[in-house]
């Protein structure tokens, strides 16, 4: 055979950002973004993308330069999502929840040049601006502003209509030299407190983008409700997914029970996505009818607890549960779904969807293994390893971590998470635990996780959480966090709740301590910060003589 | 940005064969194929590939070696489109209505070292190998046979099936090392006289697989009837395609109208694809019933004309049309449909849809320019030009043709399709002719295409071709072989047909001679051979005096 090249005309990289030029030309006249009162077409959507890129250019931003936004999901969020990296920037997109310190943290890492700042978040920026140290060059600032918006905020220089609106409207995008090239830096954040910056490249965004569509089976112009945070994961690459089949992205400020169901109602909403806590809060709403039309929610971000599974499908959601991490940039393990398993009865169906499943279709291989020797765990559903992966989005690396980097994507070809899990013998996984979070009782390894999915089917318990607590005696035993469903506080008792576990788990399992909390510690995308658990479990000393 | 480069966790080749493990994992005991009375499950396909791969390799076939193939859709055809690249080889699949020399010519161009027969090719293949000069080593024989196969046959050496028993069943397939590594080798056939070996690699393949899921929404588990030949560019891809989806693979050995409506109604059939020949074949049969499910039908190969697919989805099939060419692998132009569209009249929807359209998602660039200056035709229409692309399902190109290759893949990053179109002012795409099918007349470029798109609305016509005849005034006028209905013969007359025609297009573009053919001469994918009807036309000598 002979030796052939790569050559131009087949390895013109890969970028996701030509779906938003084949969406204008196909849906050009179809909504893109409805927003309270305001609606885009995907015509005006490019034209604005590309006006404004033009301006972030004309700003002085050079290639692969740092751009930031903070921001919820509001459309001036979507369309930074094109804009910015048509200016041949990277987009780093910044949880509006973290505190002021975070922010600085990240802005001075990143060595961000400019910042998009939704309103709401401005207070918050300008004190991460002022923990700057004076030789520290701050990135320029852009204020999104709203209906909602303040008078008070109109003196603020630049703003975000101002640049779409001086920007040029034949503006050539620069595509990326190489696939390679990043397009996002993202920080991790919640669960544990050190943010690392997770980059990704346009050939990964590409692949993880198109596999999330075939792997959901999303059709052409779905009705996309945005209960995903865009600044998690870059909203799963359905940021850039969503341009690709043409959807209408409904977008949303902020959002409770009520608005999903009114946004339902309204657009005829057919997909969305969100953390288990989403699932949660749609379940236990009262006096909630079943829907007209199923509509379909993809969860992810911890595994959903087999209860609220069975709740929320019984009002006609249908659920479809994977995984993934920042540094995959969307799910790449999905509980792919037998028809078979529809015969089963509610909590059987419910426990066999709880687990994360096998490799989407594009990405390249999943394993659990042992960290130490890599060597597979048998496929038991009981021998505990780490997840580890390998495929076309995973992540380049941590920016400005070669240490860190090097750690997690190993010489052995594989990405090691730091996620514990087990592989059941039909080649399914399931997470059983962050590596940190494994509970080591009596020198047995149990999973908090597993305690927590008992403490759910408890019909007064909202939200639990289980951390190790220091044991005199076992090591460490398990120690419960529980919200309470409303009018339940003050009904059921410690005691009551142990004895509840006494009767579903084995002995070692059964939390020896139950804290009720009002609510409990969050991430903004919904995940329970369990570091903030553990450092009050600290603070309640070792336990003495707990019974097994 | 530090400066990251691809690791092996993340720069794992791409490649479409994955798609078989995930397959058998998720599907494992539904049916992948379906075959007279031979059903097997995606478990028993994945076995039966890695067995087969195994032997393969045990006959001595190293990697990237090319191994052949001669069959019609049954379930070797498919099972060898993983097995023979799980052995690291190329898979070259031979069109089995070639002659013994073209098949002798491929057979020695690509140095096939062994190759599968369907017991129906025998016959060709002996012949082709006789033609072998005596110093060129022949291939290996693999004999396939059926249930339909003659005894006489036995007595012939290793047979596919006992390759299948005798194969290891715990073999490990081969991975690319690299995603640009070669995975087939097709020559293209049909509408030129010269076949060229277009080679194709791991990542195009994968990539051409996953954008035509994406394109068409093709679901989870649907069921694909195999009326393309999988010998035609790898049948679109959907060889591998399917595995990724999980769907039922209906094969036939060969079809008509009541094979395929017999197999709708038996297997539930949800897809197909095929050359609008397939069309034609479906809207002509009389007393045809209304679908009682819808079947969707991807069509491309030729312009189907208007009346064919206005025919066509009046008995129920939901019809796409797209572009490719055995050189991008599958289709990467679609006729993007717009649900705005839905309310236009039968007659001018079915214009708009016989457009070739826009880029699929997955596909970078399509243009059409003038190919001698390279610049883009106005979007108008009506100006002429060369259709270009890029992507990455671009071949690697043309095995042992440095030149051709480079001719067609030119240093400014296009590959130059030989095919003639014009933009429209919404950026559609429609294929006006190939290059050599324009037909000169008194200095007007004239598209044989639209000519034949009135004689195919004439209410006795079946089949029509026009091509160039040489003529003494004009240069060239248009010649038009017919074929009329059943029943039609004998009471149409070459006059009538003209003048039909002189009432729907300018003069210049009215066939000045019409030809009855019982038959137009046709490539097995259903394309018409125009260089047969050229060399025909020729023969007649050129036209004196003809009125424009």
């Known amino acids: 055979m002979d030796q052939f090249r790569p050559r131009p005309a087949n390895s013109t990289p890969l970028t996701p950002l030509t779906f938003l030029d084949r969406c204008a030309t196909v849906y050009g006249d179809c909504p893109s973004i409805i927003y309270g009162h305001t609606t885009y077409t995907w015509k005006q959507t490019r ?100 209906d909602g918006c303040p008078t008070t905020s109109v003196g603020f220089g630049t703003t975000y209509e ?28 919640g669960t544990t407190s050190s943010p690392k910056g997770v980059v990704h490249c346009h050939r990964g965004m590409f692949l993880i983008a198109v596999d999330s569509l075939i792997e959901w089976s999303v059709p052409k112009q779905p009705v996309y409700l945005w209960t995903l945070p865009m600044f998690h994961a870059n909203g799963w690459s359905y940021t850039w997914g969503t341009a690709a089949v043409g959807a209408v992205n409904i977008c949303l400020r902020k959002f409770d029970a009520d608005v999903i169901y009114d946004s339902i109602n309204k657009h005829g909403v057919t997909h969305m996505c969100g953390a288990p806590v989403v699932l949660n809060m749609l379940s236990n709403t009262p006096e909630v009818k079943r829907l007209k039309n199923p509509v379909k929610i993809m969860t992810a971000g911890a595994p959903p607890p087999a209860a609220v599974l069975a709740r929320a499908e019984s009002i006609g959601f249908i659920i479809s549960h994977g995984y993934g991490l920042t540094e995959t940039g969307g799910l790449v393990v999905t509980c792919a779904w037998k ?53 076309g989005c995973v992540m380049l690396g941590y920016f400005k971590d070669p240490e860190g980097t090097a750690k997690s994507m190993r010489e052995n070809g594989w990405f090691y998470t730091g996620d514990v899990a087990v592989m059941h013998p039909d080649e399914y996984i399931e997470i059983k635990d962050r590596s940190k979070d494994v509970i080591i009782s009596g020198g047995e390894n149990l999973s908090s996780v597993e305690v927590e999915s008992i403490l759910y089917t408890h019909p007064a318990v909202n939200e639990a959480a289980v951390v190790a607590r220091a044991d005199e005696f076992w090591g460490e035993t398990p120690c419960a966090f529980v919200s309470l469903k409303a009018g339940m506080v003050g009904k059921v008792t410690e005691k009551e709740v142990v004895e509840y576990c006494r009767g579903k788990l084995p002995g070692y399992m059964v939390p020896k301590t139950v804290v009720f909390k009002e609510e409990l510690p969050k991430t903004s995308t919904g995940k329970i910060q369990k570091f903030v658990l553990r450092e009050m479990a600290k603070k309640m000393g070792p336990l003495r003589k707990s019974r097994m």
Chains 1, 2 share one sequence.
């Open 339 to 391: 028809g078979e398993w529809d015969r089963l009865q509610g909590t059987e169906r419910a426990r066999l969807k709880a687990r994360q499943g096998v490799r989407t279709v594009g990405f390249m291989d999943v394993d659990v293994v042992d960290p130490e020797s890599g060597v597979s765990v048998t496929r038991d559903g009981l021998s505990i390893g780490e997840v580890v992966l390998r495929g």
């Open 162 to 189: 101002s640049m779409v609106e001086k920007g040029d409207p034949g503006f050539n995008w620069i595509r990326p030299e190489s696939e390679w090239d990043p397009i996002t830096l993202n920080y991790t954040s």
């Open 47 to 146: 034209q604005r993308c590309l006006q404004l890129a033009s301006s972030i250019s004309n700003l002085g931003i050079k290639k692969q330069q740092v751009v930031s936004v903070i921001a919820p999901n509001i459309p001036a969020m979507y369309e930074l999502y094109f804009a910015i990296p048509f200016a041949g920037a990277i987009i780093n997109s910044i949880n509006t929840r973290l505190d002021a310190r975070t922010v600085s943290v990240i802005l001075t890492h990143s060595e961000s040049k400019l910042i998009f700042i939704d309103y709401q978040s401005l207070p918050i920026v300008l004190d991460a601006l002022s923990m700057f140290s004076p030789n520290t060059q701050k990135p320029m600032l852009v204020l999104i502003t709203d």
